[in-house]
């Protein structure tokens, strides 16, 4: 494979509600992933960030603030925003870097200092934004999609409250194995079913939560991760980033509508499944190979979307493959074996990274207790706004 | 706020969007600027009422109150509103919105009918805020 490029290092902060500042987590889990690597800071050809829209003016150059957190040492820098993508599209500049000869090794960073509560778009009259509009207008928050596509699950497919319910049980209790996790404590069904109705059908404890937190891979041409004395790295062997096409006839954060289908006759896959698609073709592996993946549980209900948009079963089969224990520890492709973002919560732009730190930690088969057995590979998936979505295949 | 998106009291109610003139693609919030199907050359983009009714795709309520730019009084207790997603069976599209007031999730069903009516987003002192609320065609209140 041509187009592979190794994972030589994986760092994290850990997550939670620090109250600190996102550089700070940025550069902690930069110097983990470095330290991982074996590599010095200076050894550094580029180094790629994840942008956060709440950290200000450092957060939009995130690339910059830490390479400077760091110490300037004349690397090449790059700044990525592409809402919950941003780690993903990171992830790909930096590989795009590598495969292009251009540089050997780069460091791949996203933190962020998440607020309390609903995210909210910047402030200001902007009626021109659509993710203004949407909260002006109509007070549609993040959770309000959610429960949108909860309610048209159960309408459609006949999931339930208490199939939600067994996605968040699964995952905290793999959470409560990270330590990495902010919430490391396992949760039973009666727990979720006593929590607060949020966006009907979904509670409190369907949807993640907003979190501080951060991410940072190393990542390196094949020749350089040899001449490291790294002889069978982790690689990276696709990275999808590709848009929806018209007409997208999936409600989508932040649209008050959807695309019509008068003119043009919808595909027939939908844009998450494309996404995974692309990635599939690109590394030339199947759903049937993969032994883990990581996916945006944004909330309960979309994790079990994310098993019918991988492939991993046919469409309105997720609560079917839940139920049997296939998406579990020891099943037969284990969902979310980091606790996913039930148990992280959200730092967007860290968490697509965060998501290709635990394919490595897992493929390395140093993930401890949430390891799963022979690992070879796994993929990732995420959806942001504006189109926006990504998914990563690595394998060993 | 959102200029000619709506149009019309009581039963002349309609929501607006906009039509290519060259490939037939609705678009609402309505699209000024150009066609955004890829295959269209763009042509004209003329004001065409949506469909009053529709049917009901899917449906969620706000039991926590919205940040801003949501506006809502934060001296008063907060009461959730219903969003109903609904099918516009001849455009071919869903359009999100609120229910109208009393309307609960308790009261909805993927698939039934509804139609678009004005209502109040907030007023205040000086404004009123007029929007368009979603409402079961079996409901007169």
Redesign the interface.
Known sequence: MTGEVAVLGAGMHPWGKWGRGFVEYGVVAARAALADAGLDWRDIGSVVGADTVRGGYPGYVAGATFAKALGWQGARVTSVYAACASGAQAVDTARAQILSGRVDVVLVVGADAAPKGFFRPAGGERPEDPDWLRFRVLGATNPTYFGLYARRRMAVHGDSPEDFAQVKVKNAAMGALNPYARYRKRVTAEEVAASAVVADPLRLLDICATSDGGAAVVLSSMEFAHRHGVAEPVRIRAVSTVTPRYPNTVLDLPDIATDSAVAVEPATETFRTSLTRAAYEEAGVGPEDLSLAEVYDLSTALELQWYEDLGLCGEGEGVKLLREGATAPGGRIPVNTSGGLASFGEAVPAQAIAQVCELTWQLRGVAGDRQVEGARAGITANQGLFGHGSAVIAVR | ??TGWFTGDGEDFRLLGTR?RA???????REDIHC?????AGGPLEEVPLSRRGRV????????R??????TDPELPWEP?A?I?VELA?????????AVPGVT?ADL???MEVEAVPGV?HEDAERTWT?WQWRPTGVTA
């Open positions: 706020m959102v290519c490939c037939a693609s609705v678009f609402f919030p955004r199907n890829p295959g269209c795709w899917s449906y969620t309520d706000a039991r926590y919205p940040p801003s730019p949501y506006v509103y969003l997603a001849a455009e071919r599209m869903v359009v999100l919105g609120q999730v069903t993927v698939g987003l929007t």
